[in-house]
């Protein structure tokens, strides 16, 4: 059984340019939850996603935006690319009608130039 | 100031030292979390817990609702414990609300 399997594992990019990231959810989970977490920091919630629909959001700037699938999987998608924005990008996810903890995947390393 | 909060940020010990870390917390939540991170990035949930204490293997987690706070012990620590830990709180939805994280290394 797989678990949270995020792609890909690292990413260069340069400022202003523009990055997706994926994310596939645990099987038998249905929400995903996206972090950022900058270096020496603890994870910062970014937003998440029930049943196709962004379910609540963290203090992001609306260049961080965010897509789920039919299928549970989801996308994270950052726009006009800052310095700033290099981080580990964390995807987790939890089965929205049981009361357990999120189980996360190993994160994308993005690292803007 | 943040709405977790740990202490110590760094810890060293030598192997088979009694480990003791804290968190406390300014918000109102339904769980307290506590997770591991080792340098690769990947993050592994070891308690969620909303009263009580709970116990797994050498690992101990408490929490005091009443004064915010809660503590994850480790008994008999090992170089394979070095890693970040990491106090969260969760609310009515699954939101996690991160502590900065405790280096913890242990030596031989």
């Known amino acids: 059984d797989a678990g949270v399997t995020q792609s890909p594992t690292h990413l260069i990019k340069t400022r202003g340019q523009q990055v997706t990231l994926r994310c596939s959810p645990k099987?038998?989970?249905?929400?995903v939850s996206w972090y950022q977490q900058a270096l020496g920091q603890g994870p910062q919630f970014i937003f998440q996603?029930?049943?196709?629909?962004?379910?609540q959001r963290g203090n992001f700037p609306d260049r961080f935006s965010g897509h789920q699938f039919p299928n549970y999987s989801s996308e994270l998608n950052v726009n006009a690319l800052l310095l700033g924005d290099s981080a580990l990008y964390l995807c987790?996810?939890?089965?929205?009608?049981?009361?357990?903890?999120?189980?996360f995947g190993d994160g994308t390393r993005l690292s803007i130039l | 100031k943040n709405e977790v909060e740990q202490s110590p940020q760094n810890l060293t010990a030598q192997e088979g030292e009694f480990i003791t870390i804290n968190c406390s917390y300014s918000?109102?939540?339904?769980?307290l979390h506590w997770l591991q991170q080792h340098p690769g990035g990947g993050i592994v949930s070891l308690f969620m817990?909303?009263?009580g204490k709970k116990k797994h293997g050498r690992l101990i987690a408490t929490i005091n609702i009443q004064e915010k706070h809660s503590s994850l012990h480790i008994t008999a620590s090992h170089p394979r414990d070095s890693a970040v830990y990491i106090c969260?709180?969760?609310?009515?939805?699954?939101?996690?609300?991160f502590g900065t994280g405790t280096r913890l290394q242990v030596f031989p």
């Open positions: 987790a996810s939890s089965n929205t009608r049981v009361v357990s903890p999120q189980h």
């Open positions: 099987s038998g989970h249905d929400t």
């Open positions: 996603y029930y049943e196709e629909e962004e379910r």
């Open positions: 918000v109102g939540i339904s769980a």
């Open positions: 817990l909303s009263s």
């Open positions: 969260a709180v969760s609310g009515n939805t699954d939101k996690l609300i």
